[in-house]
């Protein structure tokens, strides 16, 4: 691989999964540069990347999702990372399938997502129902089908790269996804299995799914609608 690649893994107390994670990816994937933004965690997680001579780089406060992956898209940016995949810290996304969204996003896309659901059918269950909902109102508004829209492994260009360094009204959510569409951002998703959590639970409980998944909707629908491009 010729081009310069960052793997990027947000990570907020995730001191029982974030070793397990960037083992595997430097002992199988030594070609991918990687990432580990600790956000303010509270737990062992920044004990951990130092410990072990992890590259990291440390918030001293809890920011969020949104800060912590925009904090990691300037320092790709900046030190001339040609694309950047976004990567959880909890095991569930698999680094094999960063070959494949490479090789996809080298054919002219500015964004591809790890979906699982290119190949396999969409459950039709409570949780995938929010989903087809998020990506109903994606088509909705920009004519694009994302079958996947919620899937956190998502690949970007140095072109996106460049809209995240410059705008402190971006996060990585579907509803972003869904306004660069209609900026002229060329979106494609590859096939990416994905396992459970390896331990802890997630920030996600039902009732914040919920909201989560009607912020999202309204965002995509109304806001994103009004939005300067």
């Keep these: 691989m010729e081009d310069k690649l960052l793997v990027l893994i ?3 107390n995730e001191a029982e999964n974030i070793e397990t994670v960037v083992e595997n990816l430097t002992k199988n994937f030594p070609q991918y540069d990687y990432l580990v933004v ?3 965690s509270k737990d062992d997680t920044l004990a951990i990347c ?3 001579g992890f590259h990291y780089m440390d ?10 992956f925009r904090a ?3 320092y790709a940016y ?5 694309y950047l995949v976004q990567f959880d810290a909890d095991g569930q996304h698999l680094p094999e399938y960063i070959a494949p969204m490479y090789e996809k996003i080298k054919e002219g896309y500015d964004i ?3 979906s699982r659901f290119v190949t ?3 459950p039709w269950s409570s949780r995938m129902m929010g989903s087809r909902l998020i990506a109903g109102a994606i088509f909705l508004t920009t004519g694009q089908r994302i079958k996947d829209p919620t899937s956190g492994m998502r690949m970007y260009n140095r072109k996106c790269m460049a809209e995240f360094e410059k705008s402190y009204n971006l996060a990585p959510e579907p509803d972003t996804v869904s306004y660069l569409i209609k900026c002229g951002a060329k979106v494609a998703e590859v096939q990416a299995n994905m396992q459970e959590r390896l331990a802890g639970k997630s920030y996600l409980t039902f009732t914040r799914s919920i909201s989560y998944m009607a912020r999202m909707i309204l965002s995509i629908l109304v806001i994103q609608t009004f939005r300067k491009r």
Excluded: F, T
């Design 38 to 40: 600790n956000d303010g």
């Design 59 to 68: 918030l001293p406060i809890n920011l969020g999702l949104e800060c912590g």
């Design 50 to 52: 130092k410990r072990r």
């Design 10 to 12: 947000p990570a907020y």
């Design 112 to 114: 591809v997502i790890g």
């Design 78 to 82: 900046r030190r001339g990372y040609d």
């Design 120 to 122: 396999e059918k969409k």
């Design 72 to 74: 990691g898209m300037k």
